[in-house]
Nanobody, 124 residues
Framework: QVQLVESGGGLVQAGGSLRLSCVAS????????MGWFRQAPGKEREFVAT????????YYADSVKGRFTISRDNAKNTVYLQMNSLKPDDTAVYYC?????????????????WGQGTQVTVSS
């Protein structure tokens, strides 16, 4: 069992930055691929970024490529999402997820555990 707790969300102006953190409790964090998803009001949850268990492989949605960076610290059981050049369209609840896999995972259905989410609001 893995429990995930996100933090770092908030209100920021367009062009600003935020860093989200997700701390995992439970065993074998380093055996899980990690991902970030987001859900805006009235929209489906969408993939943002994923990182492999080792941290060597990452993959991003086209909408955030070049602006967001996913990273992890297995010693701290933590995954991060650095978000730069934020846009109003990035406004959403951001969710952290863990999937038992060595490789990156972009599919919602392949994740085993989810956090409760953290709100990110970008004002224009």
């Amino acid at each position: 069992q893995v429990q995930l707790v996100e933090s770092g969300g908030g209100l920021v102006q367009a062009g600003g930055s935020l860093r989200l953190s997700c701390v995992a409790s439970g065993r074998a964090f380093s055996r899980y691929a990690m991902g970030w998803f987001r859900q805006a009001p009235g929209k489906e949850r969408e993939f943002v970024a994923t990182i492999s268990w080792s941290g060597y492989s990452t993959y991003y949605a086209d909408s955030v490529k070049g602006r967001f960076t996913i990273s992890r610290d297995n010693a701290k059981n933590t995954v991060y999402l650095q978000m730069n050049s934020l846009k109003p369209d990035d406004t959403a609840v951001y969710y952290c997820a863990a999937g038992y896999s060595r490789a990156t995972i972009a599919s919602f259905n392949e994740y085993d555990y989810w956090g409760q989410g953290t709100q990110v609001t970008v004002s224009s």
